[in-house]
């Protein structure tokens, strides 16, 4: 996957992208580094390495990447992964929290306390600890002159309440974006802005997991543009999000990006 856009655009920034082991995380990682950007990659739980998750890389960008892997659903997991970012960067321009997934289509007359706490912990708790972790880093880096930027994944099921099954998920990405806008409004004073992304129906592991062949047909003939995104599709919201050239005066915001799919 190449990007056509400066490739100097993140020279000199540090950025962390969670979940970036595959899909939408592995993407916008591939994007920030053909923009210029150290980038440290976090995995996620699957065992993997470094060149089966990004392949193809220049030997320029490969230098620029780190990757460590962990769960992020339990607190432990985030405080070691921000002590990779001190340790691997030495500080932090944009955080990128992607790391999130369904947990399973539970029904909501079979969720328990055990599905709640699994999947707020992982799709809304690691967001809040990770973003306030990154804070003092993200504030020192702002004070450089080009302000610092997270951007957080939410999901359209944030705004329609998703299918069947996936209440807390969709609930729990609405709290990311809420959270994202209280963020953005109380970090603004430190030159750290704060957005989100709104992927629509992407055609990733996610779904690969979650939804059958049929759902995906008959939600790719309902979308204006006629086909589901891919993971290629969202990068470009991410890095207009976190560069400030671009996007300076932007915070707060939740860009949706979903082909037509939903329009408000
Ligand atoms: N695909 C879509 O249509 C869609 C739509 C809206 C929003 N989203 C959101 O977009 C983000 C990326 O999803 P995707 O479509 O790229 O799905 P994906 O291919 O399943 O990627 C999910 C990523 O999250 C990581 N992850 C899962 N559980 C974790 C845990 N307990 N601790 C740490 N990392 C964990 C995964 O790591 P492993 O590889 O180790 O499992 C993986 O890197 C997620 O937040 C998802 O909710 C996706």
């Given at each position: 996957m190449?990007?056509?856009?400066a490739?100097?655009?993140?020279?000199?920034?540090?950025?962390?992208?969670?979940?970036?082991?595959?899909?939408?995380?592995q993407a916008?990682?591939?994007?920030?580094?053909?923009?210029?950007?150290?980038?440290?990659?976090?995995?996620?739980?699957?065992e993997?390495?470094?060149a089966?998750?990004f392949?193809?890389?220049?030997?320029?960008?490969r230098?620029?990447?780190?990757?460590t892997?962990?769960?992020?659903?339990?607190?432990a997991g985030?405080?070691?992964?921000l002590?990779?970012?001190?340790?691997?960067?030495?500080g932090?321009?944009?955080?990128v929290?992607?790391?999130?997934t369904?947990?399973g289509?539970?029904?909501?007359?079979?969720?328990?306390?055990?599905?709640?706490?699994?999947?707020?912990?992982?799709?809304a708790r690691?967001?809040?600890?990770?973003s306030?972790?990154?804070?003092p880093?993200?504030?020192?880096a702002?004070q450089g002159?080009?302000?610092?930027?997270?951007?957080?994944?939410?999901?359209?099921?944030?705004?329609?309440g998703g299918?069947p099954?996936?209440?807390?998920?969709?609930?729990?990405?609405a709290?990311v974006?809420?959270h994202?806008?209280a963020?953005?409004?109380?970090?603004?004073p430190?030159?750290?802005r704060?957005?989100?992304v709104?992927p629509g129906?992407?055609m990733?592991?996610?779904?690969?997991?979650?939804s059958?062949?049929?759902?995906l047909?008959a939600t790719?003939?309902?979308?204006?543009?006629k086909?589901?995104?891919?993971?290629?599709?969202?990068?470009?919201?991410?890095?207009f999000?976190?560069?400030?050239?671009?996007s300076?005066?932007v915070?707060?915001?939740v860009?949706?990006?979903?082909?037509?799919?939903l329009?408000?």
């Amino acid at each position: 996957m190449t990007f056509p856009f400066a490739s100097d655009l993140f020279a000199g920034r540090r950025v962390l992208v969670t979940g970036a082991g595959r899909g939408i995380g592995q993407a916008v990682a591939a994007g920030f580094l053909q923009g210029g950007a150290q980038v440290l990659a976090h995995l996620g739980v699957a065992e993997r390495d470094a060149a089966e998750s990004f392949p193809g890389l220049s030997p320029a960008e490969r230098e620029r990447l780190a990757v460590t892997a962990g769960d992020l659903a339990g607190g432990a997991g985030v405080e070691a992964l921000l002590a990779e970012v001190h340790r691997r960067l030495g500080g932090l321009d944009v955080l990128v929290n992607n790391a999130g997934t369904m947990l399973g289509r539970v029904p909501a007359d079979a969720v328990d306390e055990a599905h709640y706490a699994r999947v707020l912990d992982l799709n809304a708790r690691s967001v809040v600890l990770l973003s306030g972790g990154a804070v003092p880093m993200l504030r020192e880096a702002a004070q450089g002159g080009r302000g610092a930027a997270i951007v957080n994944t939410v999901s359209i099921s944030a705004r329609t309440g998703g299918s069947p099954g996936s209440s807390l998920y969709s609930a729990a990405k609405a709290f990311v974006a809420t959270h994202s806008r209280a963020l953005a409004r109380e970090l603004a004073p430190d030159g750290i802005r704060v957005n989100a992304v709104s992927p629509g129906t992407i055609m990733t592991d996610f779904h690969r997991r979650y939804s059958t062949p049929e759902k995906l047909e008959a939600t790719a003939a309902s979308i204006p543009m006629k086909r589901l995104g891919t993971a290629a599709d969202c990068v470009g919201a991410y890095l207009f999000l976190a560069a400030p050239e671009l996007s300076g005066y932007v915070t707060g915001q939740v860009l949706e990006v979903n082909g037509g799919q939903l329009m408000a």
